[in-house]
């Protein structure tokens, strides 16, 4: 998975729900912590695993708990940001998401086709695969930071909020002295 579509999926998803970009655009890049970890050439690590996290986490929301109350739903937020990259790899490949207290990768893998026939139908095909995790020091990493194909899906996850702001300024445009 592509870094663009993991900050793509938590910003548009926080802009519909009514988050300003403001707030929204420093909380979607929580969600590219995870692949901090290949900075230091291992990827797919302690960092892509949710009891991992959550043991980063639970102190610090307890801070913003005790300190700042009213930064804990930012700090809810930033967290469930962090998750989305989790959720996301686990359909593009094998990721520790439980670890270390399930010692097994996970990678949920989908397809559903279309028989076209005398008698269409579809067929469903879902499957979980796992192995054993071995957190591997690579010589190098190189991972593209875009694709042609991650370009145009952040295209197409950024649609609904096009469609919703379009809308939002089509209807101050109509104003509510013209009735329809």
């Known amino acids: 998975m592509e870094p663009l579509i ?25 969600a ?20 991992f996290l959550l043991s980063l986490a639970a102190p ?12 804990l739903r930012l700090g809810f937020v ?17 990721t520790p998401i439980l670890w270390p207290l399930y010692n097994y990768s996970v990678w ?8 076209i026939g005398s008698a269409p139908a579809l067929a469903l095909n879902l499957r979980i695969l ?10 190098s ?10 370009l145009f899906a952040t295209l197409t996850i950024f649609t609904p909020l096009f469609v919703k702001t379009l809308g939002q300024k089509l209807l101050r445009l109509k104003g509510p002295h013209v009735r329809s």
């Not at 796992?130 to 010589?139: M, Q, R």
């Open 60 to 71: 610090l929301l307890l801070t913003l708990y005790k300190f700042k109350p009213r930064l």
């Open 6 to 30: 993991h900050f793509a999926v938590p910003l548009v998803a926080l802009m519909l729900i009514g988050v300003g970009f403001k707030k929204a655009l420093p909380l979607s890049l929580f």
């Open 141 to 150: 990493l190189d991972a593209p930071l875009f694709t042609g194909n991650g």
């Open 108 to 115: 949920f893998q989908g397809d559903l086709y279309a028989l």
């Open 78 to 94: 930033a967290l469930l940001s962090m998750f989305s990259h989790l959720v996301l790899d686990l359909s593009a490949g094998y």
């Open 130 to 139: 796992t192995e054993p995790i071995i957190f591997e020091h690579l010589g």
């Open 32 to 51: 590219l912590m995870p692949d901090l970890d290949a900075l230091f050439l291992v990827h797919r690590s302690f960092t892509h695993s949710i009891p």
